[in-house]
């Protein structure tokens, strides 16, 4: 039976074309409403084009999530390395995740890995590696402009030491070629609490050269969902209708990416329903499916252990039908959901780290708790809903086991 089932929904019409062209690891050829960015950012790196060597560029993009930071970013690295190719200039660009790379450690070496595939995975200490970087870069004759995405991850976990480190290492090299720019991406408003914690001289460094995106307005949601559509849909598949409805919807926080995934959800719901079309019914299913609370960004580079700490605070919020549970209850379900998972439990110190992470990245709550409890002890509460959380955590949790 599962088979046919299988072969009947793998087979069946859908309203897409190209469905990858909805992912959040597409780089579509135009930007809506970022060209001006987009020049901004051709005017700072300009100097390295011109005078490969003698110029390190270093550039701080800020902006709410959905403002086309990680797009524009990868969409500008991409175009400067071809046009680098076309000049002879052995320019490379490297965009890394701070979430999704852990440490400062894995950052540097996954970057090595791009030149040296043999690199050795352990037994130096970050400085060490962040030196060998500059090593493989001044015996290839090559320059890099590194992209650090949600480096405010990175200084939460382990502070401006490792920023510093990037934008000094040409110091202590000062009769080399400039071999290393960076372009750092933080996302508001996570980081003005974090930009206190970096030095004066590397605040200074990142602040001359500013690129901001403010959040899309309905109008241009509209636009970028337009472009979106053709290249993802079949033709005629969305209505201009169903396109503003979207645009109205993510209008209200100004989030692109929010509006990207409301839209390929809402062709699923099409295609469940084997209707030709996407239409406004299809939208609003979506949006009850996916409130702009529960993003598939915020969840993508959390990690496994993370996911299971995610799932035990929902099933048991749900359950209980309460808005908190202690971190004893917390800590007690979770091995409960490693069970269920064959996942070893972390210790308590790994166990409270990832809990202050998932706190400090705004996906649960914690507050210290008041009458009605024995002493004084840390709440855990979530700030969406504990159903759909749930839901799409067992999903994500079992697409990563495939």
């Excluded at 550039?59 to 990868?74: A, H, P, Y």
């Excluded at 030149?115 to 200490?125: A, I, K, L, T, V």
């Excluded at 033709?235 to 503003?244: K, L, M, R």
Aim: glycine share 6%.
């Amino acid at each position: 039976m599962g088979i046919k089932i299988f072969e009947k929904e793998a087979y069946a019409p859908t309203v897409f074309r190209d469905r990858s062209k909805l992912s959040m690891d597409y780089v579509p050829s135009h930007l809506p409403h970022r060209e001006e960015e987009y020049k901004v950012l051709v005017h700072f790196f300009r100097a390295v084009l011109d005078n490969p060597g003698k110029a390190s560029v270093k550039v701080l993009i800020k902006g709410r999530i959905g403002t086309g930071k990680t797009v524009l970013t990868r969409r500008f690295g991409a175009d400067l390395e071809n046009i680098s190719q076309q000049k002879g200039i052995n320019l490379h660009y490297a965009h890394v995740n701070c979430r999704e790379n852990g440490s400062f450690f894995n950052l540097v070496k996954n970057v090595i890995t791009k030149f040296e595939h043999s690199f050795p995975q352990r037994g130096f200490s970050s400085e060490e590696v962040l030196r060998m970087l500059m090593q493989v870069l001044d015996d290839k004759n090559a320059h890099l402009v590194l992209a650090l995405d949600e480096l405010e991850a990175l200084i939460r976990k382990e502070g401006s030491d490792p920023l510093y480190n990037l934008t000094r290492i040409q110091e202590n090299r000062p009769d080399a070629p400039q071999r290393l720019s960076m372009i750092c991406i933080f996302r508001e408003p996570d980081c003005e609490d974090l930009m206190k914690q970096i030095d004066k001289s590397t605040l200074s460094t990142l602040q001359r050269n500013i690129v901001y995106l403010k959040e899309y307005v309905p109008t241009e949601l509209r636009d970028i969902l337009e472009h979106r559509v053709k290249e993802a849909f079949k033709e005629d598949a969305v209505s201009p209708e169903t396109i503003g409805l979207i645009a109205d919807i993510a209008g209200a926080f100004g989030d692109a990416r929010y509006a990207i995934e409301l839209l390929e959800r809402s062709g699923v719901f099409a295609d469940a329903e084997r209707s030709h079309k996407v239409l406004p019914s299809h939208v609003r299913k979506a949006k009850a499916e996916l409130p702009p609370e529960i993003r598939k960004e915020h969840l993508r580079y959390t990690s496994l252990h993370e996911k299971l700490i995610l799932l035990a605070i929902a099933r048991y919020l749900e359950q209980k039908d309460l808005d908190y549970m202690s971190m004893g209850e917390l800590e007690e379900n979770y091995n409960v959901i490693c069970e269920e998972y064959g996942e070893k439990p972390r210790a308590y110190t790994q166990f409270w780290k990832y809990v202050k992470g998932l706190t400090d990245s705004g996906m649960i709550s914690a507050k210290t708790s008041g009458e009605g409890f024995r002493g004084k002890t840390t709440l855990i509460g979530l700030l969406v809903p504990a159903d759909r959380l749930k839901k799409e955590v067992e999903r994500l949790i079992e697409v990563k086991k495939i």
